[in-house]
């Protein structure tokens, strides 16, 4: 056996079941990776991934030892199970849950919490719902949230709450404990769900909710992220442009000092908010609209422009 036949070998063997992908369980960089990932964490709270995009040889060589020329590939208890399309069908089967055996994690229902608004929404739409079917709630591993109508199927979860029977896959299951579901009427109206498991991301605040947010949060530093030359035509009174000078001023503020941002529309600001997201700070926060928004709907003496 040579070198990298062994060092395969090594990290076959270095878990009860393995997944050699493309990027990271948290970051699958192509779309097999991601259903299999996504198939995999209904069942395992861990396992062991490899990434092939940062080693070619290992990439090129599991292919030659599994004798299975794409990626991803699963191993379960050191033998090859299959790539994307097999590990799909024996998902759908039931053959997967057998494969993995005693790995697989008991499904508990998570607590999940409705409001009334909600359940008197969800029971008009289940009386239009076709035969069959429930309301489903899926959660990606980005924990973005979807609610559609659909059947049940092998191995679903189905949660009471506040007397409506909501169904998830157990990947979503693992996700939603804690979760609230509300409504929210008026001229926009939608589902409003909170989840605490979710990691940090940036909230977004119309102009009237950003003021609140200055009214009631003393510590909020509020950035403007435009150009001089924008901001020498429209300026919010409070805020600091980002330059090179505050940009390090606002790296060295603790973690948990609440950053709000804006630009002209929300297109740039956003971004800057995620530099500082990515940067560990947690409440972050960006103006929908930007200066324009806020011109129209807070602040008519500031010139729109």
Request: with cysteine; charged share 25%; aromatic share 8%.
């Amino acid at each position: 056996m040579s070198e990298l036949m062994r060092r395969i070998e090594g990290l076959v063997q270095s878990d009860r079941v393995v997944l050699f992908m493309k990027g990271s369980r948290a970051a699958p960089q192509c779309g097999f990776s991601s259903t299999v990932v996504e198939i995999l964490d209904q069942y395992l709270p861990s396992y062991t991934t490899v990434n092939v995009l940062s080693d070619a040889e290992i990439r090129d060589g599991v292919k030659q030892y599994a004798e299975w020329p794409t990626i991803p590939q699963l191993f379960v208890d050191g033998q090859f199970v299959g790539g994307c399309d097999i590990i799909r069908e024996m998902d759908g089967t039931g053959e997967l849950v057998k494969t993995l055996g005693d790995l697989v994690r008991a499904g508990e229902p998570p607590k999940i919490v409705m409001s009334d608004e909600a359940v008197v929404v969800f029971r008009q739409a289940l009386g239009e719902a076709g035969e069959g079917e429930f309301l489903r709630m899926a959660i990606d591993n980005r924990f973005s949230h979807e609610l559609f109508f659909g059947a049940k199927a092998h191995g679903d979860i189905a949660v009471e709450a506040n007397g409506i029977t909501l169904v998830l896959d157990r990947g979503s299951a693992r996700r939603a404990d804690g979760v609230t579901i509300g409504y929210v009427g008026g001229e926009q109206p939608g589902f409003k769900i909170d989840n605490p498991n979710a990691p940090p991301s940036v909230k977004l605040l119309a102009p009237k909710e950003a003021k609140a947010l200055l009214e009631h949060e003393p510590k909020v530093r509020f950035v403007d992220v435009r150009t001089p030359g924008e901001r020498e035509r429209a300026t919010i009174p409070g805020t600091v442009l980002l330059d090179a000078e505050s940009m390090v001023e606002l790296s060295a503020l603790p973690k948990d000092t609440p950053l709000l941002f804006h630009c002209h529309h929300g297109q740039r600001s956003q971004q800057a908010a995620m530099h500082f997201l990515e940067q560990g700070f947690r409440r972050v926060y960006n103006v929908v609209g930007g200066i324009e928004a806020w011109s129209r709907d807070v602040d008519p003496s500031i010139p729109r422009y």
